[in-house]
């Protein structure tokens, strides 16, 4: 397996063949990658670059960009030790859509544009992705999140922040302990799956889309439409199904809620 190497200490372009995967690792800053129909390789621009130089290591066809050797827990150790500022970056990557892409930040801004399958992690940074498609992994302990445009599954945890997802969406798994849930299916009947501790979730459909609803919690309301549905128990349990529609396919909503509301709406 062939093996190539930079250090880069200042800012600089450089291009790397031959690459199927992406793992870029950053601190403090900002993490951007987008991808180019017409890019036969990967091109990664240090934009920015702290006192500490960036790591560049090809093994085959993975592509590691960021602190040799840091992990997560690394990274948070070392904040707390006061050495972000000598970790800050900004880089961004240029890749074929076909490039796998794995992004992971402490407290950079993690922004992701295009890509076909993409796994994004951060501690308190900021995930923003737009135009991507395939299975998308958004993690994040206490940075907002926002996907606008996405095409396919999403997979969502996070701590507190907010959430807006957007786009041509099919399964959708969100779990969150406090903070607002948006989720826009345009296009589309999703399946999606809640679950919170608090905060209130909102689903928006396409008008006239049949949905089978189903919410469980200790308190809190389910909206359909902007009228409160009844609840089943005394804690909330509510069960909706409409009637089925000639040439609609369903879509399916459950959440599992200690308190908040759930409220979906067509239109």
């Known amino acids: 397996m062939s093996t190539e190497s930079w250090v880069v200490a200042a800012p600089q372009k450089i291009d790397v063949a031959g690459v199927t ?3 870029l690792r950053l601190v403090e800053g900002r993490a951007e990658t987008v991808t180019d129909d017409a890019a036969s390789g990967v091109r990664v621009e240090v934009v920015e670059v702290g006192s500490r130089p960036l ?9 590691r960009v960021g ?3 840091v992990r997560i827990q690394g990274w948070v150790d070392r904040l707390r030790g006061g050495s972000q500022d000598a970790e800050r970056a900004v880089v961004r990557v240029v890749a074929p859509p076909s490039v796998r892409l794995d992004v992971g930040t402490v407290g950079a801004v993690a ?19 737009s135009g991507t498609s395939g299975a998308l992994s958004l993690r994040t302990i206490s940075g907002d999140v926002a996907a606008t445009g996405h095409v396919g599954d999403v997979s969502v945890s996070i701590v507190s922040g907010s959430l807006a997802v957007e786009g041509t969406l099919g399964r959708v798994t969100v779990s969150t302990v406090s903070g607002p849930v948006a989720i826009t299916a345009r296009g589309s009947v999703p399946l999606v799956d809640l679950k919170s501790v608090s905060g209130p979730a909102q689903v928006r459909l396409d008008v006239g889309t049949p949905v089978n609803l189903r919410v469980r919690g200790v308190s809190g309301q389910a909206i359909l439409d902007g009228a409160a549905l009844p609840s089943q128990g005394r804690t909330l349990a509510v069960d909706h199904a409409d009637a089925p529609v000639e040439g609609r396919a369903p879509a399916y ?4 809620v200690t308190t908040g509301t759930v409220s979906v709406s067509r239109g």
Not at 120 to 128: S, W
Not at 253 to 256: I, L, M, Q, Y
């Open 253 to 256: 909503v459950s959440a599992a």
């Open 21 to 23: 995967e992406v793992r």
């Open 67 to 69: 602190y040799d050797g």
């Open 111 to 129: 922004d992701v544009t295009g890509a076909e399958g993409a796994r994004v992690k951060t501690v308190t940074g900021a995930i923003r992705t």
């Open 55 to 63: 790591q560049l290591v090809r093994e085959g066809g993975v592509l």
